[in-house]
């Protein structure tokens, strides 16, 4: 039993559409010749120089962002999100300081990035907890990955008006101007003054998360999970009922997780 249940997991993992980010830089056109590959965020060129006046094609997957000074800023240019490995020629990496892709790694990670300048230009803080806060600047850049969707608040104490954006199963970006932020685009909290970005996932994606999920639960990897307390699947939930729960029963924070498909509490 345990063995057929690992079985479809990795089938599920297999069949997912799940990569890593990674772009080449090569010396010829339609991405020919000698080349460079990065799969890490580079505040600084310089060890590249020798090789970056020659650029003249880029391969990528991914999302990718080039900045003519070091430190990410300011913003000189960026790839189209893609899902699938594409070409095309570019010689705007000859003067780039930096670069970096944006948003995590894997971009199926349900998570929030959140940056300090328009366009992804400088600070960088990504979160995968059911809740952000605190940023030490007024967030003026987002971009939400994976099955995940996110409510933006105004204010820094998940108070005003309010913005929800969906990862769609990728990665979904906006310039907007939030100081906090909590997981789930609850119908409750975005009630007339919402702004709503990117499509909600499509069935297709609905129906694969919530059968990882489903899996999950079959093997039994959770503990201190209850059913409800504002958790009514991944479209439709409300971290600070949950929360309130596991304060008043565990006295620990919790959320409605990803892993249980968003229709539980977990209690941390």
Same mark, same amino acid.
């Given at each position: 039993?345990i063995f057929s249940?690992?079985?479809?997991?990795l089938?599920?993992?297999?069949?997912?559409t799940?990569?890593?980010?990674?772009?080449?830089l090569h010396?010829g056109l339609?991405?020919t010749?000698?080349?460079?590959?990065?799969?890490?965020?580079?505040p600084?060129?310089?060890?590249?120089?020798?090789f970056?006046p020659s650029?003249?094609s880029i391969?990528v997957?991914?999302?990718w962002?080039f900045?003519?000074?070091v %430190?990410?800023?300011?913003y000189?240019s960026?790839? =189209? $999100? &893609?899902s699938?490995?594409?070409?095309? /020629?570019s010689t705007?990496p000859?003067v780039?300081?930096?670069l970096?892709?944006?948003?995590p790694?894997?971009?199926?990670?349900?998570s929030i990035?959140i940056?300090?300048g328009?366009?992804a230009?400088?600070?960088?803080?990504?979160?995968?907890?059911?809740?952000?806060?605190?940023?030490?600047?007024?967030a003026?850049?987002v971009i939400?990955s994976?099955m995940?969707?996110?409510?933006?608040?105004?204010?820094d104490?998940?108070t005003?008006?309010?913005?929800c954006?969906?990862? %769609?199963?990728?990665?979904?970006?906006?310039?907007? =101007? $939030? &100081?906090s932020a909590t997981?789930g685009? /609850?119908?409750?909290?975005?009630k007339?003054n919402?702004?709503?970005?990117?499509?909600?996932p499509?069935?297709?994606?609905q129906?694969?998360f919530?059968?990882?999920a489903?899996?999950?639960?079959?093997m039994g990897?959770m503990?201190?999970?209850d059913?409800?307390?504002g958790c009514?699947?991944?479209?439709?939930y409300n971290h600070?009922l949950?929360s309130?729960?596991c304060?008043?029963?565990?006295?620990?924070?919790?959320?409605c997780?990803w892993?249980?498909?968003?229709?539980?509490?977990?209690c941390?």
């Amino acid at each position: 039993m345990i063995f057929s249940r690992i079985t479809i997991l990795l089938l599920l993992v297999a069949s997912s559409t799940a990569f890593v980010q990674e772009m080449t830089l090569h010396s010829g056109l339609s991405c020919t010749g000698p080349g460079f590959t990065f799969e890490t965020k580079e505040p600084n060129l310089a060890n590249w120089e020798f090789f970056l006046p020659s650029v003249q094609s880029i391969k990528v997957v991914g999302w990718w962002y080039f900045y003519t000074g070091v %430190n990410f800023s300011p913003y000189q240019s960026h790839t =189209n $999100f &893609r899902s699938s490995t594409y070409c095309f /020629n570019s010689t705007y990496p000859t003067v780039s300081k930096s670069l970096r892709y944006v948003g995590p790694l894997e971009t199926t990670t349900p998570s929030i990035s959140i940056y300090d300048g328009a366009s992804a230009v400088s600070t960088e803080k990504i979160f995968t907890t059911s809740a952000a806060n605190n940023f030490g600047f007024e967030a003026e850049y987002v971009i939400v990955s994976g099955m995940s969707s996110w409510t933006l608040y105004y204010n820094d104490d998940f108070t005003g008006n309010t913005t929800c954006v969906n990862g %769609n199963g990728g990665l979904v970006g906006s310039n907007r =101007n $939030f &100081r906090s932020a909590t997981m789930g685009c /609850n119908s409750l909290e975005n009630k007339g003054n919402a702004t709503k970005i990117g499509n909600p996932p499509t069935m297709a994606g609905q129906t694969q998360f919530l059968i990882f999920a489903l899996v999950i639960l079959s093997m039994g990897l959770m503990s201190a999970v209850d059913a409800g307390y504002g958790c009514n699947g991944p479209w439709d939930y409300n971290h600070n009922l949950c929360s309130v729960h596991c304060l008043s029963t565990t006295l620990s924070t919790g959320g409605c997780r990803w892993f249980t498909g968003f229709f539980r509490c977990h209690c941390d």
